[in-house]
């Protein structure tokens, strides 16, 4: 076994390998999937005494107010605290942080924090937070595959691959659905649909589908009663198209409103010098606040999807609820508190595609097919434009409900509803995540390369053969002009087409005051050349 680890860690795995590889990953990421599913419904079972999370929502109605609103505030307060002592910046990890560890990071993410954020949204989920379980699970995937890629020291493409591998099986095993797990890895997570990762990723996919399969059986999660009936007629198709428009347009609603809401928070907690350990509390205040009133935002919402799924609900209350819902979500998100938006998004949607079916289906009740397939519409146009992945989200939506009729219907609004989306945010949820922290993934690999190499790591040092001339980079530091050693491509390049002497010095900054020391310099041609490099190894792992 020595040897074997020796050979893996010194000249990588083998397609076969790589397989089995694959094959453990999937395993491995499907059971995490699964116990973390569990151990939601075990903690908030416990927490509010009901006998199913199923039924969370109609027995909550039942308990005293003082516990419902409790709840929230200790799960919240707990939730901060391990925030606090094992983040940097109290800040849950989740499916935004993945794509950036499999695009700067050589398919890695934080272990440490990673860890902190899994038990923080556990009990997030399990206390009355309003979000989703994807984002954990995949982030805890994440962390199976930087230990498996730490251990066979895999280059970036292998690395890659792994985080897909072990992405595909969380979400598989999560969502009960292999085909959109291995999408969603592609989509998603890795942003390219290279032949050579779609092996891999698909047996990681099927073996986290076939262990959630052994623990919860292979049944659809929702059940949409009145969507294999199908399109009444063809001439429908435009409502769903309007209803994909609108749709999108309650995405950018749910997405803007979480960032707005999670700066306004900032910036109070600076104003008045608010630990951040107490904001998860105060959120979960405020969500016990609504709970008392409107039960139906605690955890997944699993129920009230499934009522709106099968029309089993007012055009009144589906309305109301998809403005609670939000409420809840940006709280929930910008209390800093953990989970997802994905499920929260196919409850919206399902919500809205309801409210729309049954304005449509009283005005005209002689060619609509019934609100229940709007509801399905629009729970996949609403979380595929939060996502920015129409293909798996579509495919997630037919394997949550079972129902691969309404094909034509889901497609049309999730198709107008990322359109409009994606031309407002930059893509998708996640994607406008990173670019608020200066990670400019969402602009393509030409961008976010640029941040990936440093001044120190292209520059000539003084004792190279063709080192710049130390006089010049003297002169030149004397006017002004040099860069740190920590100087990205990013800000470097458009110094060098400025430069009459086609490089930069770089300037080691100084421990006490004073100059700092000259430890070389930076080339135009050798920039280019590192930068057009990065684009080449680029683009032949996404077309291999």
Not at 214 to 219: A, P, S
Not at 235 to 261: K, N, Q, T
Not at 433 to 439: A, H, K
Request: glycine fraction near 12%; hydrophobic fraction near 50%; aromatic fraction near 8%.
């Amino acid at each position: 076994m020595r040897r074997v680890m020796r050979v893996l860690r010194e000249r990588g795995p083998s397609k076969i390998q790589f397989w089995f590889i694959a094959l453990f990953i999937g395993i491995a990421a499907g059971l995490a999937a699964s116990a973390f599913r569990v151990g939601v419904s075990l903690l908030q079972t416990t927490l509010y005494g009901a006998e199913s999370v199923e039924t969370i929502h109609s027995f909550a109605r039942t308990l005293p107010w003082y516990w419902v609103f409790a709840i929230p505030v200790m799960g919240g307060l707990l939730v901060g605290v391990i925030l606090h002592r094992y983040t940097p910046d109290g800040r849950v990890r989740s499916v935004a942080d993945v794509i950036e560890g499999a695009a700067l990071n050589n398919g890695r993410v934080e272990r440490r924090a990673g860890i902190a954020s899994a038990m923080a949204s556990l009990i997030t989920l399990s206390s009355g937070g309003s979000t989703g379980r994807e984002g954990p699970v995949v982030h805890i995937a994440g962390l199976i595959s930087t230990w498996v890629s730490n251990r066979l020291n895999a280059n970036g493409i292998t690395g890659r691959d792994l985080l897909g591998c072990a992405v595909a099986a969380a979400v598989s095993a999560s969502f009960n659905a292999p085909l959109a797990g291995a999408l969603f890895a592609l989509e998603v997570v890795l942003r390219h649909f290279a032949v050579h990762a779609f092996a891999p990723i698909a047996i990681a996919s099927v073996a986290g589908a076939v262990v959630s399969r052994l623990e919860f059986g292979d049944v659809a999660q929702f059940s949409a009663r009145g969507g294999s009936e199908g399109l009444g007629f063809y001439v429908e198709l435009p409502a769903f198209l309007m209803l994909g428009l609108i749709c999108g347009l309650v995405a950018v609603v749910l997405m803007r409103s979480i960032f707005w809401a999670d700066d306004f928070g900032s910036q109070v907690q600076a104003r008045i010098g608010l630990p951040r350990w107490i904001r998860p509390a105060l959120a979960g205040g405020m969500l016990g606040a609504i709970a008392i009133w409107y039960p139906h935002i605690i955890g997944v919402g699993y129920e009230t999807t499934v009522q709106a799924l099968q029309g089993g609900l007012l055009l009144h209350e589906a309305l109301v609820f998809v403005v609670i819902k939000v409420i809840a979500v940006v709280i929930t998100m910008a209390g800093r508190m953990g989970g997802g938006v994905f499920s929260p998004s196919l409850m919206i949607g399902a919500l809205a595609g309801l409210g729309f079916g049954l304005v449509a289906t009283a005005v005209f009740p002689t060619v609509s097919s019934g609100g229940a397939l709007y509801a399905l519409a629009g729970m996949g146009a609403v979380a595929a434009a939060v996502l920015g992945a129409p293909i798996s989200t579509t495919l997630i939506v037919f394997e949550l409900t079972g129902d691969w009729q309404t094909g034509l219907a889901v497609m049309v609004a999730v198709s107008a509803s990322t359109a409009v989306a994606s031309k407002i945010v930059d893509r998708s949820f996640f994607l406008t995540q990173l670019e608020r922290r200066g990670s400019r993934i969402a602009a393509g690999p030409q961008q976010y390369l640029l941040g990936l190499y440093s001044a120190a790591y292209i520059m000539r040092s003084l004792d190279s053969p063709r080192a710049a001339p130390e006089p010049r980079c003297r002169a030149m530091i004397e006017g002004g002009l040099w860069i740190a050693p920590d100087t990205t491509l990013e800000t470097l390049l458009p110094m060098l087409e400025e430069s009459d002497d086609g490089f930069i010095p770089v300037l080691a900054p100084a421990s006490t005051g004073g100059q700092g020391e000259l430890m070389g310099a930076v080339f135009h041609v050798d920039a280019l050349r590192a930068y057009n490099r990065a684009l080449a190894e680029t683009a032949a792992e996404e077309h291999s």
